[in-house]
């Protein structure tokens, strides 16, 4: 697994951005995909997954309502679609993968930066 997220950048408050993330490899379909981020003085946390054959998603509450996850596994590649964001949702976005409890493969990360 090697994963690869791009989509950051400077948007608006209230603005809207879709992050992606490709895996290389070729197991791309059996791994559970989460979205983390990791905003300025702040620990990493939760955002949103999905598992492998996309019928089930959890989001964290910051999430509900505004982002969605979602993945097609033709292209090898995850998708967060982020709407209505706020200042607060400024923080470097990282995708990750899992098979069991644990997420193993983690990609560089994208900035995601709201103005207000």
């Known amino acids: 697994v090697q994963l690869q997220a791009s989509g950051g950048g400077l948007v608006q408050s209230g603005g809207s951005l879709r992050l992606s993330c490709a895996d290389s490899?070729?197991?791309?379909?059996?791994?559970?995909m989460g979205w983390f981020r990791r905003a300025p003085g702040k620990e990493r946390e939760f955002v949103a997954a999905?598992?492998?054959?996309?019928?089930?998603?959890y989001n964290a509450d910051s999430a509900k309502g505004r982002f969605t996850i979602s993945r097609d596994n033709a292209k090898n590649t995850v998708y967060l679609q982020m709407n209505s964001l706020k200042p607060e949702d400024t923080a470097v976005y990282y995708c990750a993968a899992r098979r069991e409890v644990q997420y193993n493969y983690w990609g560089q990360g994208t900035l995601v930066t709201v103005s207000s």
């Open positions: 490899g070729r197991t791309f379909n059996t791994y559970t």
């Open positions: 999905i598992n492998w054959s996309g019928d089930t998603r």
